[in-house]
């Protein structure tokens, strides 16, 4: 009977499975177990000979056959081949049957076939974990790099499970809480290596993903861990089958579901930041390699985990290999990217075959209010807004590396004071901050708009990848040609941007515009451009400093010439934003009730879409690809004012100029005369708001 009950929810999955990416139902045939079990570990030593031989130095067969059996200690090829090739080929199976695995367990614990390590944020919590160790525990960073990512890996994953709210939290908003968190833990981590430039500077090639090995050191002390984790979750496989069953039904079949899934997320966290501790953040394996498990009809635990990993090392030395195949070309290239280039188009794909949900769709959370906040007039919130950006943007003419005092600084804006009174004023502070102003509020009301056609509170500018594509476009021309004018840099990021949102209109328009799989199919090209601009930077050597600057967002040294390149975008397209607001407004009662009114949803979705992708676009030429304030401004605009999207524009892009003026006030002022860039700022002093705003979205269905 229970077997019977096992096999039924294999093949159906739950409620939440059906409103993702489903699979076929069935079992294993025979010869899909042969290709898995028998093809697999033979697809494994093939691809591992190959791996061994790829490199600067000539490598053939024979001599991988004497390093084995026959070693010459005086031969070099062969110390190559045992002391640095065949590491490399062993850790890339070993990380990716931790990565596959870690993914098997976290997408049958949250019932969502998007949960990996990656999109989780675990990754990202162990790199950061590794970095604090580094710069600020050295000993215990470089003799136990595997405590510190576990306990990154495990705050980060708890942070999404515990803000998450709910047991059978919707796959759109896990991911796109993951997604974010991410970014949050990211710019952290840019921050820190900024600051600490010289503890840091080994860790770029790293922080991307890579196989690298310079002896057995990684290999050994990572695959008994492993192996007990894996060995550990066969053992009870059949408690995981269970898990994706109702939970009254398990129950009732006598088994301990809290402790079934304590200790899958433990050991998701653990295998993941083992591996994460070796070859550094890798996403996507974690995701790869249980869905395509999933599509031969693997489903019982107790076969899905070890295909898992032998598969999950599959792809990831797969991956690998093509870094050691393109090297000649391209140079060294972080096997991460690689795997993000590979995935990304999977994610695409599984999209397609996503069945749309009214939970994932819902509201973008226009209700969350913070008590006796919802009492404040509309009025009053914008005057209280207004009055504060006057302060700030006083503030920042007043303050700097040099300090001036009210009346200097006002006698310099008329015309009066000293020579160098008046550059600073009026050629340095005045147009940086006229720049951080429009940056914001172009960035708040794209967030605003882009929330309101993925119905969800969680989207940004960043998170879908309009930000990361502006990104990569500057940075591709930043990079190949750097003798360029750096006036063509702006250019090249706008049209980086808008290809980015071409692109998920066209992914999206099939069957129509739907808010999930925009945020989705958004979350493929981000991950998709971050890739490439992880390879570039990686690929800069000695100027990643320099480039590390212009991601993170800065508003350093703009001048006027930026603020003409930036200013006619604003003037143009903030307006049309408050014209489509309305509309977005009569979307949110239900695509037939607008339909009904003579609104036509999918384009409203379109029109807003690409108003909030321009919008983002010239920011992010102009400043960087600053982050959050698409994500922070319409929410703390909607807490003060929670009805009508016209009237959250306007807040909106008064508290987005507000927030990066501030930013760029502190990032110059707090550690001058060094500067943080405005974008870092933002994140981090935004985290604890971006905390309650999971905190508050999880709480509720959006």
Same mark, same amino acid.
């Given at each position: 009977m229970i077997r019977r009950k096992l096999e039924v929810a294999a093949a159906s999955g739950t409620p939440e499975q059906a409103q993702t990416p489903s699979v076929p139902a069935g079992h294993a045939s025979r010869g899909v177990l042969f290709i898995v079990f028998l093809a697999g570990p033979l697809l494994l030593l093939l691809?591992?000979?190959?791996?061994?031989?790829?490199?600067?130095?000539?490598?053939?067969?024979?001599?991988?056959?004497?390093?084995?059996? @026959?070693?010459?200690?005086?031969?070099?090829?062969?110390?190559?081949?045992?002391?640095?090739?065949?590491?490399?080929?062993?850790?890339?199976?070993?990380?990716?049957?931790?990565?596959?695995?870690?993914?098997?367990?976290?997408?049958?614990?949250?019932?969502?076939?998007?949960?990996?390590?990656?999109?989780?944020?675990?990754?990202?919590?162990?790199?950061?974990?590794?970095?604090?160790s580094a710069i600020f525990f050295p000993s215990l960073g470089s003799s136990s790099p595997l405590l510190s990512a576990s306990l990154g890996g495990l705050l980060a994953g708890g942070i999404v499970f515990l803000l998450a709210g709910s047991k059978r939290i919707s796959p759109i908003r896990l991911a796109l809480g993951g997604m974010a968190l991410s970014l949050v833990l990211s710019s952290i981590t840019g921050t820190l290596q900024l600051l600490y430039e010289n503890e840091t500077s080994g860790l770029f090639l790293w922080g991307s993903g890579t196989l690298v090995q310079n002896d057995w050191h990684n290999p050994a002390s990572t695959w008994g861990w492993i192996a007990?984790? !894996?060995? !550990?979750?066969?053992?009870?496989?059949?408690?995981?089958?269970?898990?994706?069953?109702?939970?009254?039904?398990?129950?009732?079949?006598?088994?301990?579901?809290?402790?079934?899934?304590?200790?899958?997320?433990?050991?998701?966290?653990?295998?993941?930041?083992?591996?994460?501790?070796?070859?550094?953040?890798?996403?996507?394996?974690?995701?790869?390699?249980? @869905?395509?498990?999933?599509?031969?009809?693997?489903?019982? @635990?107790?076969?899905?985990?070890?295909?898992?990993?032998?598969?999950?090392?599959?792809?990831?030395?797969?991956?690998?290999?093509?870094?050691?195949?393109?090297?000649?070309?391209?140079?060294?290239?972080?096997?991460?990217?690689?795997?993000?280039?590979?995935?990304?188009?999977?994610?695409?794909?599984?999209?397609?075959?996503?069945?749309?949900?009214?939970?994932?769709?819902?509201?973008?959370?226009?209700?969350?209010?913070?008590?006796?906040?919802?009492?404040v007039p509309y009025g009053a919130a914008v005057l209280t807004a207004v009055l504060l950006l006057a302060a700030g943007f006083l503030a920042g003419l007043m303050l700097g590396s040099k300090t001036l005092t009210l009346p200097e600084t006002l006698s310099a804006l008329t015309g009066g004071g000293s020579k160098l009174v008046r550059y600073m004023v009026i050629d340095t502070r005045l147009p940086r901050l006229l720049v951080a102003c429009l940056a914001g509020?172009?960035?708040?009301?794209?967030?605003?708009?882009?929330?309101?056609?993925?119905?969800?509170?969680?989207?940004?500018?960043?998170?879908?990848?309009?930000?990361?594509?502006?990104?990569?476009?500057?940075?591709?021309?930043?990079?190949?040609v750097p003798g360029l004018s750096a006036a063509f840099v702006p250019g090249t990021a706008f049209l980086g941007a808008m290809a980015c949102a071409a692109a998920i209109y066209l992914f999206t328009r099939k069957g129509g515009v739907e808010p999930a799989k925009v945020a989705?199919?958004?979350?493929? !090209?981000?991950?998709?451009?971050?890739?490439?601009?992880?390879?570039?930077?990686?690929?800069?050597?000695?100027?990643?400093?320099?480039?590390?600057?212009?991601?993170s967002g800065s508003t350093y040294a703009r001048s006027w010439d930026e603020l003409q390149m930036l200013f006619i975008w604003p003037l143009a397209l903030l307006p049309l934003a408050w014209w489509i607001a309305r509309r977005l407004d009569l979307l949110a009662l239900g695509d037939a009730a607008a339909i009904g009114l003579g609104v036509k949803p999918d384009r409203v979705r379109a029109l807003a879409g690409l108003i909030g992708a321009a919008l983002a676009a010239s920011a992010v030429a102009t400043v960087g690809t600053v982050g959050f304030v698409g994500l922070l401004a319409p929410h703390a605009a909607r807490v003060l004012a929670p009805s009508g999207t016209r009237k959250l524009t306007v807040l909106a892009a008064l508290l987005g100029a507000l927030f990066l003026l501030l930013a760029d006030l502190v990032g110059r002022t707090v550690l001058a005369p060094k500067e943080i860039p405005s974008g870092l700022v933002v994140a981090v002093l935004g985290a604890p708001y971006f905390l309650w705003l999971m905190k508050s979205a999880g709480s509720r269905r959006t």
């Open positions: 691809i591992g000979m190959v791996q061994i031989t790829q490199g600067t130095a000539d490598v053939r067969l024979g001599t991988i056959r004497e390093a084995l059996f @026959h070693l010459d200690p005086e031969d070099p090829l062969q110390q190559i081949v045992r002391g640095v090739r065949m590491p490399r080929a062993v850790m890339g199976l070993v990380a990716g049957a931790a990565l596959a695995v870690s993914g098997v367990l976290l997408q049958t614990l949250t019932r969502n076939p998007l949960a990996s390590a990656g999109t989780l944020g675990i990754n990202s919590g162990a790199y950061l974990a590794v970095i604090v007990g984790g !894996i060995a !550990i979750s066969l053992g009870f496989s059949r408690n995981l089958d269970i898990l994706l069953m109702d939970e009254a039904v398990g129950r009732s079949l006598g088994q301990r579901i809290a402790l079934t899934r304590t200790l899958s997320v433990l050991l998701a966290v653990l295998l993941a930041s083992v591996a994460v501790s070796a070859v550094g953040p890798i996403g996507f394996v974690g995701l790869l390699a249980p @869905h395509l498990l999933r599509l031969m009809g693997i489903r019982r @635990h107790l076969l899905l985990l070890p295909a898992a990993a032998i598969w999950g090392g599959v792809v990831l030395m797969t991956a690998d290999l093509g870094v050691l195949v393109l090297e000649p070309v391209f140079g060294i290239l972080p096997a991460g990217a690689v795997t993000a280039l590979l995935g990304a188009p999977w994610l695409v794909w599984l999209v397609y075959r996503m069945k749309p949900s009214r939970g994932d769709v819902q509201g973008s959370g226009s209700g969350m209010t913070l008590g006796w906040l919802r009492r509020a172009s960035l708040a009301v794209s967030g605003a708009l882009l929330q309101g056609v993925v119905r969800n509170p969680l989207a940004d500018p960043s998170v879908i990848g309009i930000t990361s594509g502006a990104g990569l476009g500057a940075l591709t021309v930043m990079m190949l989705l199919i958004g979350m493929a !090209i981000s991950a998709f451009c971050a890739a490439g601009i992880q390879a570039l930077v990686v690929k800069a050597q000695l100027r990643v400093a320099s480039l590390l600057v212009w991601l």
